[in-house]
């Protein structure tokens, strides 16, 4: 069963546009939410992450916008740069009851044109 | 520098061949997970370990085993069972199974020729 959904497969945005991704999930147990940033080759790399007591973090130029009572989450990458390009994964765990399980979203190609 | 490694990078394996993928991690991290990642599928849990001695089963184990006789060690062996085993395989690891930061491998590509 896929718990959280993720959407556009593939994004194309302009140097300096905004890129948006966006990521639902059914499970409401799930507490935590972070987004992952994949390059060819290599391993995600924790990008940032929201507990679901905040609708908003931001950190430099990626903010998460998190809607608990829909069930919503999304990536926001303010000025996008051609260095951004790359995968982009959300992901979702529950608490200490079922241990620190993340659940993956299915994965964003981003590119940026410069 | 602190981190996971992961051996090797590319791996091929003939049909019916059982091979073991290592990871190797100086983080002092208590617990492990092995993923899968396929196109479009983003990553699946295939094993993950919460302490020494001790590992369960993901999302989708079969045609998969480990093994976590030492702290900083996870290797996984994907056996001739495995009908698909062609894919990207990730290892990372969490301070404790209730923590919530993972540190992945850079991964090794498995490809059955």
């Known amino acids: 069963q896929q718990q959280v959904k993720q959407s556009p497969q593939s994004l194309i945005v302009q140097k300096g546009g905004i890129s948006i991704i966006n990521c639902a999930y059914e499970?409401?147990?799930?507490?935590?939410f972070p987004w992952y940033q994949q390059f060819p080759g290599k391993g995600p790399a924790l990008l940032i992450a929201?507990?679901?007591?905040?609708s908003e973090k931001k950190e430099g130029r990626f903010t998460i916008s998190f809607n608990k009572s829909a069930k919503q989450f999304s990536l926001h990458i303010m000025d996008s740069q051609p260095g951004d390009s790359a995968t982009y994964f959300c992901a979702a765990m529950e608490g200490e009851t079922s241990g620190s399980r993340l659940t993956f979203g299915e994965g964003t190609q981003l590119t940026v044109n410069p | 520098d602190g981190g996971i490694t992961q051996s090797p990078k590319y791996l091929f394996r003939k049909e019916g061949q059982n091979v073991t993928l290592s990871c190797e991690q100086n983080?002092?991290?208590?617990?492990m997970y092995w993923y899968r990642q396929d196109p479009g599928q983003g990553l699946r849990l295939i094993y993950y370990s919460q302490i020494v001695n001790d590992f369960q089963k993901g999302d989708i184990a079969e045609g998969y085993s480990v093994s976590r006789e030492k702290k900083e060690s996870f290797p996984l062996t994907v056996t001739s069972a495995q009908k698909n085993p062609t894919a990207f395989y990730l290892c990372?690891?969490?301070?404790?199974?209730?923590?919530?930061?993972?540190?992945f491998g850079s991964g090794t590509r498995l490809t059955v020729v």
């Open positions: 929201i507990r679901p007591d905040v």
């Open positions: 990372a690891s969490s301070i404790n199974w209730e923590a919530y930061g993972y540190t």
């Open positions: 983080l002092n991290h208590d617990a």
């Open positions: 499970n409401t147990a799930f507490d935590y």
